[in-house]
């Protein structure tokens, strides 16, 4: 009997042009089921474990194919399991890496709910308790992370998941890599990330602590302000933002939030990683001490379950607004980027 197989596209280098690949519709005691999401990292599917009983959710990597010994495969192996070893609340549950042929393949807990992404896009804003909330339980599972020596490298709104309780989970492993202290600058075998949030270091390969530490920064303000604060058409001009732009804080201002949440971002986005927060855990001290309307977690964690579970959805009030929706991938974003600004050129054209 011949065996099911299904057929995703995979890069075999980085950059390189997709092939179709068939792989075995069962990954060890998993079968996968439906197709849940793809990006450049890889394809997600929903499986069902049979012999434990249980539904999860199993990514297979794009662009790791390779010899066994490729140091690329041993840097993603290691760092998986190593997230894999920590235990916490916000923290998505690793249960095994694997091998489907040469494509690395993870198998998880299974989160029935959404992404950050899809939260922002439903909610009509997030208020400043909510916006703190979400911040403190994504920053306190990095920095558990931060203290086994894990460096996330992919922290974005798609990473993010939040359950039918409210409750947030940072997942994706694929590009976790575990710090040497006892090295200044470490780089990466590979780089790795989505541009929007990614530290200036990072495209040179530098990882650390302090480059989640940007991600997290980015993060916050996109909560308080709908989008990522580094936008622009192309890849390298958004690059080109990360080294040398300033953050736009005056969006923050104007939106009248507490000095020490902009004090917060401004360190966060600092370019030269020696001065932005030392970890996650740093950071999340930090969070902690700003001053915001007393509101019990279980009501801000309801809240949260009220958006997952049927939230309304954003609508844009002109043509010509900032999108406020966040788009799937970086190459969304960048397009909304380049057609807000078509219009407005229009739109200036007209009067």
Known sequence: MQEETVTILVSTVHGGEPEALEVPRRVGNVKLGELLGEGGGGVVFAGFDEVLGRKVAVKLLHRRRGHPDDPALIELANGVRAAASIKHAAIVTVYEVEMVGDLPVIVMEFIDGVSLRELLKRADGLDLSVAMYVMKSVTSAVAALHEANIVHRDLKPGNILFDRDGGAHVCD???????????????????????????????????????????????????????????????????????????????????????????????????????????????????????????????????????????????????????????????????????????????????
């Open 173 to 351: 492993f694929g590009l976790a890599v575990q710090y040497d202290l006892t090295r200044p600058a470490p780089g990466a075998t590979s780089i790795g990330g989505s541009p929007l949030y990614m530290a200036p270091e990072t495209f040179e390969g530098h990882v650390s602590p302090q480059s989640d530490v940007y991600a997290l920064g980015i993060l916050l303000f996109e909560l308080l302000c709908g989008q990522p604060p580094f936008l622009a058409e192309t890849i390298s001009e958004v690059h080109a933002l990360h080294v040398a732009g300033a953050a736009p804080l005056q969006r923050l201002e104007n939106r009248g939030l507490p000095q020490e949440v902009i004090e917060i971002v401004r360190r966060a986005l600092h370019k030269q990683r020696y001065l932005r927060f030392k970890t996650a855990g740093h950071m999340l001290r930090a969070l902690e001490e700003v001053p915001v309307a007393e509101q019990r977690e279980e009501f801000l964690r309801q809240r949260i379950a009220q958006i997952v579970t049927g939230g309304p959805a954003r609508s844009e009030s002109s043509a010509d607004a900032t999108p406020r929706t966040p788009a799937r991938t970086t190459f969304d974003l960048i397009s909304q980027r380049a057609a807000q600004k078509r219009r407005q050129k229009d739109a200036d054209g007209r009067d």
